[in-house]
């Protein structure tokens, strides 16, 4: 959330941005990075809600490619389209655990279709959503990503295009490991397996509803006649003339004809995606094996090219033996001279008492000596 708050902020800031071309370069080369690993490293995760994740971590990076582009009307569709199939496939894989009796394993899973059909349904749909099956809300949102990048720079748009192409690959392959082949739980799973309740499958079937219609309300421009897409209109009252010139000037600087072949090659790779991603794990009936069998790039994916463990021994672990240092500093150290200082100042208000017995005597002579010493001292020092 607060990341797509921060999308919305940057186009609010668009005045900014579009004074500062080398801001918005670093933001395009941070969508890229952000959409590589987040895409990478789904590829490989056998949790249901990890994939979900880290594909929710690349769609953000496709829409801060957007906003590098200056195409801030592109960004804020995307967020929309991506809330409505991201939340039906989130509230799906709750579903799926909810009939898994709380496994998240996508090992453990397999031939759900049969046995919970609305959640495999409605999941199914996000998936071509976000995969970019042709005319739902995913595809058209992230098509007008795609021409617009080849507007900035044909190498943009094959770098975007083979990220489209994992982000096809990890949700089929998540799709036809949980959904369809064989069950590979424990015969107490599957005899509870049973369908969501009502108030779990209708919020999916509205979602789903909204997955493939939702991109209608931001068709591109040449099918308007010439009209520029609803969101470009509705941002205007928030952009600064320069800013919507270059959004214009974006989603507007590729031929008709360029666009359709442009479109017709991401059909093209959807399309060849699911074929190769099907047969692999419905016809091979490949599964999903344990982490500590993978190599090469299954496991630089599957162990996130080793992050985690750089981070530990780089930043966790020298402030962790940082810590234990100060500890034993303050044990051995900072607390004997403290703990001396108040056994100190104990001892002197103990020896201090003794001399408020309330004898006028012993307070009169003890005057005298004060005074007398100061009197001797300021003489010597004379």
């Known amino acids: 959330t607060m990341v797509t708050a921060g999308i919305y902020l940057v186009v609010r800031s668009n005045f900014l941005f579009v004074l500062a071309p080398t801001v918005q370069d670093g ?6 990075l952000t959409a590589a690993l987040a895409g990478f490293y789904a ?55 909810h009939a898994m009796s709380n496994e998240q394993d996508m090992r453990f899973m397999g031939g759900l279709k049969k ?89 999916l079937i509205v979602l789903a509803v909204l997955s493939v219609v939702g991109g209608f309300i931001n068709l591109p421009h040449f099918i308007g006649h010439g009209h520029y897409a609803k969101l470009m209109d509705w941002l205007k009252p928030v952009l600064t003339e320069e800013s919507f010139k270059q959004m214009e000037n974006t989603l507007s600087g590729v031929p008709f004809n360029t666009e359709m072949i442009l479109l017709g090659a991401t059909v093209l790779m959807f399309f060849t995606v699911w074929f190769f991603v ?49 500890l034993m500093f303050e044990k051995v150290i900072l607390d004997p001279i403290v703990n001396f200082i108040g056994l100190g100042a104990a001892d002197s208000g103990r020896a201090a008492k003794r001399l408020q017995n309330g004898n006028v005597e012993n307070y009169v002579l003890i005057m005298s000596l004060a005074v007398g010493i100061v009197l001797i001292v300021n003489f010597l020092l004379k």
């Open 27 to 32: 933001i395009l080369l941070i969508g890229f």
């Open 278 to 326: 099907r047969n692999t794990y419905v016809k091979k009936q490949k599964r999903a094996l344990p982490e500590e069998s993978y190599t090469g790039w299954e496991k630089l994916s599957a162990k996130k090219l080793f992050v985690d463990e750089i981070y530990n021994a780089m930043i966790v672990r020298p402030f962790e033996e940082a810590g234990k240092a100060a």
């Open 115 to 203: 046995y919970i059909p609305i959640t495999h349904i409605t999941f199914l749909i996000g998936t071509l959503a976000i995969s970019g099956f042709p005319l739902l809300s995913g595809m058209i949102s992230k098509d007008e990503i795609l021409v617009a990048a080849f507007a900035k720079n044909p190498i943009y748009w094959v770098m975007l295009f083979v990220l489209a192409a994992i982000t096809a690959t990890y949700m089929f392959r998540l799709y036809y490991l949980t959904f369809h082949g064989e069950f590979r739980g424990t015969e107490d799973q599957k005899h509870h397996l049973h369908e969501s309740p009502t108030n779990m499958t209708l919020p």
């Open 43 to 97: 590829l490989r995760q056998n949790d249901i809600k990890k994939v979900l994740a880290y594909s929710t971590v690349s769609q953000l990076g496709f829409m801060f490619i957007a906003l590098g582009l200056g195409a801030y009307s592109t960004a804020m569709f995307h967020v929309m389209t991506h809330a409505f199939f991201k939340a039906l496939l989130f509230l799906g894989a709750g579903s799926v655990i």
